[in-house]
């Protein structure tokens, strides 16, 4: 019933269990769709229309840092949130060039990433 309030929010990545993490971590406060991959964020994206996107950058074939930019020229009101293990400096530049909202490094400081979807929202 008070699922229509929730804020929807969409993870993108290759290890399922990232996802589920995530997914037990925000689920009580948003309403979570899960993409393995750029390709299935795509067409996810198009049916579930996500406030925000946690994007993993490093992914087999279609990566985060092409797939940030498809995103932002597709649907500019999507904020993007990109996660990543080991991310570089230009990468980081680069995905926010392209219109990330932030950079997070794995693991995850989910307290910290709370912040930014909250912060991402108000926007």
């Known amino acids: 019933m008070g699922d229509q ?3 929807k929010l969409m993870v993108v990545d290759d290890n399922p269990q990232n996802c589920e993490l995530i997914k037990q971590f925000f689920e009580k ?4 769709e899960i993409a393995y991959g750029g390709e299935e964020a795509i067409s996810k994206i198009y049916n ?3 406030a925000v996107i946690l994007l993993d950058i490093m992914m087999p074939r279609l990566t985060g840092d092409e797939l ?3 995103i932002k020229v597709w649907k500019p009101e999507i904020h993007v949130i990109m996660v990543s293990a080991n ?3 230009e990468v980081k530049k680069e ?3 392209h219109g990330a909202f932030a950079c997070i490094t794995k693991p995850i400081d ?7 979807i909250e912060n ?3 926007q």
């Open 48 to 50: 579930f229309n996500p």
């Open 29 to 32: 406060n948003y309403d979570i």
């Open 5 to 7: 309030l929730k804020h």
């Open 110 to 116: 989910f307290q910290h990433l709370k912040e930014t």
């Open 95 to 97: 995905c926010m060039l």
């Open 120 to 122: 991402a929202l108000k």
């Open 68 to 70: 940030v930019k498809m």
């Open 87 to 89: 991310i570089s400096p």
